[in-house]
């Protein structure tokens, strides 16, 4: 991804670059009939063409969906950027022992045949632990607001927004967005409001993600409801699947591949990516994350990262202490051997 103005000579220089997703192409890809019925059942609801085209994806994109739930988003996004891009399918850790989720990755096919470039990613929302200049797009939809929620039930832990903004903010290659669409709250006690009746007042969305050295670069009102009441629960039935909604897309401050639209205090300093990647290549292998790691895909993996060497152990368990930058980690989950983490060190 790499959305940059430019002229003359040096335009002429440089290869063409892919188009950003349109509306026609996004109305194409919700319109395949090999969508499930009850995929089909939640567009009128979520509006996906036009949060797809929201989103400015690229073909080739990394993308993070955020809280994923059962994949529905997951799922578009993999056609939108297939057949080069991945997709990360996010929950909380504790959402793996669900039986539903294993269910709902299942009948996706992740990582297989139907939806070969999407992989289930468990991790909370304080310990992605993503790997520097990584991806391409983030998508929060209708969750940005539970990362003020803290509930053992549902298996979320308190969280920080700003820790787990900055971690993204990290994880952005040049040129790289996150979207947020959420339901339309007031001001107030945010995280009162956000476990009560899952909304969230936009203002502080913006505020958050500029204290984390982002800039607001595209916004847009979805489900523009006037009837709907800031502080009526989500899911009351007067308001349920028609709540005024609002679209926020962010890019690091000051990345040069991205215009900003402007803001009133201006956005804060952001981290160098330069600065954050290192010479084990991480991010060029961001695409084992959420997989099985493979014995028979060492030499493959030191080739495609340029790492000089790799060490591979399950989370928690000991390892050297010694420091080397150019050295691959790559941190399994025990009993999966799933890839939770990919590190330099």
């Known amino acids: 991804m790499l959305r940059m103005a430019v002229t003359g000579a040096l335009m002429m220089a440089m290869p063409a670059m892919a188009e950003p997703l349109g509306l026609d192409e996004a109305e194409a890809i919700v319109a ?9 059942a939640m567009d009128e609801d979520r509006k996906p ?14 993308v993070l969906d955020m809280f994923a739930g059962g994949g529905y988003y997951s799922e578009l996004i993999a056609r939108a950027v297939a057949p080069e891009g991945f997709v990360l399918a996010h929950n909380p850790a504790s959402f793996r022992m669900r039986d539903r989720m294993e269910e709902a990755g299942a009948a996706r096919g992740y990582s297989s045949g139907r939806l070969p470039n999407v992989a289930a990613f468990y991790r909370d929302f304080n310990r992605l632990r993503l790997a520097p200049a990584s991806l391409d797009a983030v998508l929060f939809h209708l969750v940005y607001h539970d990362l003020y929620v803290t509930s053992a039930d549902y298996g979320l832990p308190h969280t920080q927004p700003q820790d787990v903004l900055a971690q ?4 952005l290659r040049p040129g790289g967005t996150v979207t947020v669409i959420d339901h339309v709250g007031a001001d ?30 595209a916004r847009e009102r979805f489900h523009d409801n006037s009837d709907d009441e ?14 005024d909604r609002f679209a926020l897309r962010f ?15 201006g956005p804060a300093s952001s981290p160098d990516v330069t600065d954050q990647a290192h ?26 990262s340029g790492a000089a060497t790799l060490r591979a152990y399950e989370e928690g368990a000991p390892v050297t202490m010694d420091y080397r930058p150019d050295r691959l980690n790559i941190v399994t989950e025990a009993g999966t051997n799933d890839v939770l983490e990919l590190k330099c060190g």
């Open 230 to 243: 800031p502080g009526i629960n989500v899911f009351d039935d007067s308001v349920r699947g028609e709540t």
């Open 32 to 40: 395949r009939t090999d969508r499930s019925d009850r995929d089909q």
């Open 168 to 171: 993204l903010n990290i994880a």
């Open 49 to 62: 063409a036009r949060a797809l085209a929201f989103m400015q994806l690229e073909p080739g994109d990394r």
């Open 279 to 304: 010479p084990c290549g991480a991010e060029k292998v961001a695409d084992l994350l959420g997989r099985p790691l493979r014995a028979d895909l060492r030499e493959r993996i030191l080739a495609r």
């Open 188 to 217: 107030g006690d945010t995280r009162q409001i956000a476990y009560d009746i899952h909304r969230i007042a936009p203002e502080r969305v913006v505020e958050d993600f500029r204290k984390a050295g982002f800039a607001l670069v």
């Open 251 to 265: 890019a690091r401050a000051g990345d040069p591949n991205v215009a900003d639209i402007g803001e009133e205090n």
